[in-house]
């Protein structure tokens, strides 16, 4: 990537955002999170995936509002791997040294803090449970969010002898954050994390949440109506996390769920954030409930938690499906356990088994691509006709602001979609099924 002199996340192109996993904090986000967290105490603010520094350069200007010109007793931190991403944030600083103590390292975050573990004694890095009275640790940080598949084997064993984890765990770079998050965090540390909401029912990422969960209080989880994501051109839903690190298992099982009304504009987080901290329950800006703690934890890598944020909603939306829906050769209802995650690899064509050779008028021609195994019934080539099946359009991030619903588009991915008058399925779809059965999709779906 070209270096830019005066970074610019708006230049980003996806491509890019995805390769670096650039997806830095909207400036109203960030402005209302650190609201929620500054204290007067003496603090150390870290940030290991600081990206522009939105998050930091909020945390510098709060700070400055309650502690004047001068804020000595705040020391700022941030890690950042992307190099003129991490000459903004640095420069940004340095122009600051004399109201307030910085450090922004440039690297690879793991790498950094294993190579220099005295420079971040603040942190806890040897399992002892650590409480300075002097100086509040936070944490605030919108982990870099990729999948497994794009990290090199080498640095995936590095991060996972780093932070205690299996390395040949299937999840994505969040998931190593958040594990690293919650091991560094000293006692009663406070951390705020802007996270995808997938890590919610990601199987395999469930334990590391649920440890999460059970080592922290949380004070509050912020979803949004308004807007899907709290990073600039990402196009997941995110949540955010805000709370603090104890030294036993806490207790507290209720947390307050904010559910934004509306997009936070220019200054309307200082109103949103006044309310929030005061509990209001007539807010023009967000609604208040409570979901437990135990809800949260039985429902991770599982059903995921949109139930519980948005329940009505959700639930008049598989309503919806689950009348609409029938499948299989006895025509019975699916039972959806997990919404609308179904199992890619055998819902979706093309996918990792097969690849589409021929788009013809009534049919597709699908080709195997992978050898043939004793474990899989997989056929080399198998004809669907096309009313088993429904064109759609994935990846939307492609698309900016406009998608042109041209043939050629709507015809390169396919969902499975046997309807209810498709009483007699001929023998191709009933490979395709037996295929399906073969790699556990039934199971995954039900």
Not at 123 to 135: P, R
Not at 164 to 172: M, P, R, S, Y
Not at 215 to 234: K, L, M, R, V
Not at 307 to 316: A, Q
Request: hydrophobic fraction near 35%; charge should be positive.
């Amino acid at each position: 990537m070209t270096e830019i002199e005066n970074f610019n996340p708006n230049q980003l192109i996806s491509n890019e955002r995805k390769q670096l996993a650039a997806y830095y904090t909207k400036k109203s986000i960030s402005d209302l999170i650190v609201s929620l967290i500054i204290t007067k105490k003496s603090s150390i603010i870290f940030d290991p995936s600081c990206g522009n520094g939105s998050l930091l350069k909020s945390y510098f200007e709060q700070i400055k509002q309650i502690n004047g010109i001068y804020s000595l007793n705040t020391l700022i931190v941030g890690i950042e791997i992307q190099e003129s991403a991490f000459k903004e944030v640095n420069s940004y600083f340095k122009d600051k040294i004399r109201e307030i103590n910085s450090q922004i390292f440039l690297g690879d975050t793991f790498t950094i803090l294993k190579e220099n573990k005295t420079k971040f004694s603040f942190l806890n890095f040897d399992s002892t449970q650590k409480f300075n009275s002097e100086f509040n640790v936070i944490i605030i940080s919108n982990p870099p969010y990729t999948k497994k598949q794009r990290l090199q084997l080498e640095y995936r064993k590095t991060i996972s002898n780093f932070i205690n984890l299996d390395k040949t765990a299937n999840i994505g770079l969040h998931f190593y954050y958040i594990k690293l998050i919650n091991q560094i965090l000293p006692i009663y540390g406070i951390f705020a994390l802007i996270l995808p909401l997938t890590i919610s029912y990601a199987e395999h990422g469930s334990k590391i949440i649920k440890d999460f969960l059970l080592s922290n209080t949380i004070g509050y989880i912020i979803i949004s109506e308004a807007e899907t994501a709290f990073s600039i051109d990402s196009n997941l839903e995110e949540i955010i996390l805000i709370g603090r690190k104890e030294k036993e298992n806490p207790i507290n099982d209720e947390i307050t769920v904010i559910q934004l009304k509306k997009k936070i504009i220019n200054k309307s987080w200082v109103k949103i954030s006044s309310e929030i901290i005061n509990k209001s329950n007539n807010s023009e800006f967000f609604s208040l409930k409570s979901v437990a703690k135990s809800d949260l934890l039985c429902r991770a890598g599982i059903t995921g938690w949109n139930f519980l944020f948005r329940s009505k909603k959700m639930n008049s939306f598989l309503n919806n499906i689950n009348t609409q829906l029938k499948c299989w050769a006895d025509n019975s209802h699916c039972k959806m356990k997990r919404g609308i995650n179904l199992p890619a690899d055998f819902f979706f064509i093309p996918n990792k088994y097969y690849k589409i050779t021929s788009n013809l008028e009534d049919s597709i021609i699908l080709e195997s691509k992978v050898n043939h195994s004793n474990d899989l019934d997989l056929k080399h080539k198998i004809e669907l006709n096309k009313s088993y099946l429904k064109p759609i359009i994935r990846k939307p991030e492609y698309y900016k602001e406009k998608i042109s619903l041209s043939k050629s588009l709507i015809e390169k991915n396919y969902v499975l979609n046997i309807k209810q008058e498709n009483k007699i399925l001929d023998q191709n779809l009933k490979d395709y099924i037996k295929f399906g059965y073969s790699i556990g999709a039934n199971k995954r779906s039900n």
